[in-house]
């Protein structure tokens, strides 16, 4: 595995991210699954930047 991000530069938030992904095969079918695992306290955070809001103490410079 890679190293640990230990500090993002400016003002940007880093959230972790674990990926995974294996083949599955059941019978006669069979793909591929791939698994992103994040920590529960970080998905607020990305809803909200999805949604176009900015985080709580931000404004958005206008």
Not at 21 to 39: F, K, Q
Not at 44 to 62: D, I, K, N, T, V
Request: net charge neutral.
């Amino acid at each position: 595995m890679g190293g640990l991000i230990e500090k993002a530069a400016g003002e940007h938030r880093a959230v972790p991210m674990f990926v995974a992904s294996d083949r599955l095969r059941v019978r006669e079918t069979s793909g591929y699954a791939t698994i992103y695992a994040m920590p529960a306290a970080d998905i607020p955070f990305l809803l909200e930047r999805e949604a176009g809001l900015y985080p709580q103490g931000r404004s958005s410079g206008g």
